[in-house]
């Protein structure tokens, strides 16, 4: 029996559709059709149901697919562990962060990592979901809080902090009072610096909101309104947004924890513990500009 195929029928199990199926693991959704009705014709079962808005695992497709998964947990285990032997720093390291902070904070510095050592190549993907190392998503990833990830190494390295910004002509000749202001919509009204914002703002008016940072800061700069965004973003990376500091400003949203993470079977591996190394000094040394 082929693991390529084994994968597939996981994968499509998981995500229920063809087409997501293949974006997920890089084929064509008919290599997927394909794969899983080669698999159910060596197995001699029928896997799955074909309905109009996808697939739906049958109940034989249900049992196979917890065996399939010990099978999965097991290559995943010998790949994890041969990828975390020692050695030089060289290959490729995936490293998950938030969007934002990945391709405006991230990127340019460890960029620098090419000049130091040529034989390592950074993978870095800004993804807002929280991947799994456990099935080599990525070999590391940074998070906003605390991880609770059974088999995952933890290591807070630093703190992002936030403030209110927007443009300088936004604010010149504006009244306190007739702010507005620019923030998440409600999949992410949760969040600390949303909580504070709404708090801050009263009874005074959202004229903006989108569900990513990148959006709000669009809008900041395009002066829209005022925004609660990273000190990174707002102070550092633009000179066209400046602080906007009311006359009675609350207590300010508290810094979010940067946490690295790494799965306990590669933190030995030699091009890993180059990465992790790099990140902790690039956050050490630009204390200052994340935390302001």
């Known amino acids: 029996m082929n693991w390529d195929?084994?994968?597939?029928?996981?994968?499509?199990?998981?995500?229920?559709?063809?087409?997501?199926?293949?974006?997920?693991?890089?084929?064509?959704?008919?290599?997927?059709?394909?794969?899983?009705?080669?698999?159910?014709?060596?197995?001699?079962?029928?896997?799955?149901?074909?309905?109009?808005?996808?697939?739906a695992p049958t109940p034989e497709g249900e049992e196979f697919a917890a065996l399939a998964r010990r099978v999965e947990d097991g290559v995943l285990a010998v790949e994890r562990h041969a990828r975390g032997q020692p050695g030089e720093p060289a290959g490729t390291v995936r490293l998950s962060a938030p969007p934002a902070f990945a391709s405006h904070f991230l990127a340019p510095r460890l960029a620098r990592l090419r000049r130091t050592l040529p034989k390592l190549v950074v993978e870095l993907v800004g993804d807002a979901r929280a991947v799994s190392l456990t099935r080599r998503e990525a070999d590391l990833a940074l998070r906003l809080q605390r991880p609770e990830d059974d088999g995952l190494v933890a290591r807070r390295i630093g703190a992002m902090g936030y403030g209110l910004y927007a443009t300088r002509d936004y604010l010149d000749g504006r009244d306190e009072a007739g702010w507005e202001f620019i923030g998440y919509d409600e999949s992410l009204d949760h969040v600390p610096q949303q909580r504070w914002l709404r708090q801050l703002a009263g009874r005074r008016p959202f004229v903006f909101r989108a569900n990513d940072l990148m959006s709000l800061y669009g809008a900041a700069k395009a002066g829209v309104g005022i925004a609660a965004i990273p000190h990174f973003l707002g102070r550092w990376s633009d000179s066209t947004?400046?602080?906007?500091?009311?006359?009675?400003?609350?207590?300010?949203?508290?810094?979010?924890?940067?946490?690295?993470?790494?799965?306990?079977?590669?933190r030995r591996s030699a091009r890993v513990r180059a990465v992790m190394d790099a990140l902790v000094s690039i956050v050490a040394a630009e204390r200052s500009l994340l935390e302001d």
């Open 5 to 55: 195929d084994l994968r597939i029928f996981l994968a499509l199990a998981d995500s229920g559709s063809l087409s997501a199926t293949a974006r997920m693991l890089g084929v064509d959704h008919s290599t997927v059709a394909r794969r899983v009705a080669a698999l159910e014709a060596d197995l001699g079962v029928r896997l799955f149901d074909r309905l109009p808005r996808g697939y």
């Open 241 to 266: 947004l400046v602080p906007a500091t009311p006359a009675a400003l609350l207590q300010p949203p508290g810094p979010r924890e940067l946490w690295l993470l790494v799965h306990g079977d590669l």
